[in-house]
């Protein structure tokens, strides 16, 4: 009998030395869908690029569409035009525009937008480039400038603005709102005595004499072949 219950105990003592064993077998079990779930994660693919936003509320999809399009392939001329002939700012059109601000606005934007590499077609990368937009419609002269900050000694957004709206006279320009580096501008078109197409010009030579008062603008020299822009929407 003592040699019965001795066997027992025995027994007893081996399946509780067992016991510790199993459970750290169990707790090991348990922490390698852990390392599973790291490794997954790292396998992961990174979060896709956010895709450029829509139109403003109100404002037309398919236009707002066409003046982003329009702005960021004139980014890439204006970025173009100033690597090859080494100029800082530019006055030039946004036609599908059709004289809106916002659209304007939304144009600008992509021009300076960075160019992204996974593209087929380049678009924006003018960040650095000074410019001026114009576009006019039956309604109104629309106009948005920029200066890039790294430029604000040079410029003021601004007084840029206001020098081209007064060119008009007559206080038809209304100066919508600014600061040093970006200013929005209009002016209302009556269809018997002021043309957005007529002012369109006026302010377009506005702004280059305000480039050229500021030596902004590059000034030919008749002995020397100047290099020119091909795209004869740009004006220096």
Do not use: H
Request: charged letters at 40%; aromatic letters at 4%.
């Amino acid at each position: 009998e003592k040699k019965e219950e001795k066997k027992e105990e025995k027994k007893a003592d081996d399946k509780k030395k067992d016991s510790p064993k199993k459970e750290k077998k169990e707790t090991k079990q348990e922490e390698e869908p852990k390392a599973d779930d790291k490794k997954d994660a790292a396998a992961a693919p990174a979060a896709a690029p956010k895709k450029d936003e829509g139109p403003p509320a109100g404002v037309d999809g398919k236009k707002w569409k066409a003046a982003v399009k329009e702005g960021g392939k004139k980014g890439v001329e204006l970025a173009g035009c100033a690597d090859m002939g080494g100029l800082e700012f530019f006055t030039t059109q946004i036609e599908s525009a059709d004289g809106d601000v916002t659209l304007i606005q939304g144009a600008m934007d992509a021009a300076n937008k960075e160019v992204d590499p996974k593209d087929e077609e380049a678009k924006g990368g003018s960040g650095l480039v000074g410019k001026m937009l114009l576009s006019s419609g039956n309604a109104q002269l629309g106009l948005v400038c920029y200066v890039p900050k790294e430029m604000k000694d040079k410029a003021d957004a601004t007084e840029w603005m206001k020098a081209v709206l007064a060119s008009c006279g007559d206080g038809a320009g209304e100066f919508i709102e600014g600061d040093a580096l970006t200013a929005k501008g209009c002016i209302k078109g009556d269809g018997s005595v002021r043309f957005p197409l007529k002012d369109k010009d006026t302010c377009q030579a506005a702004s280059v004499n305000w480039l050229k008062g500021k030596g902004l603008f590059p000034q030919a020299d008749e002995e020397e072949d100047d290099w020119v822009c091909e795209d004869d929407t740009i004006e220096w």
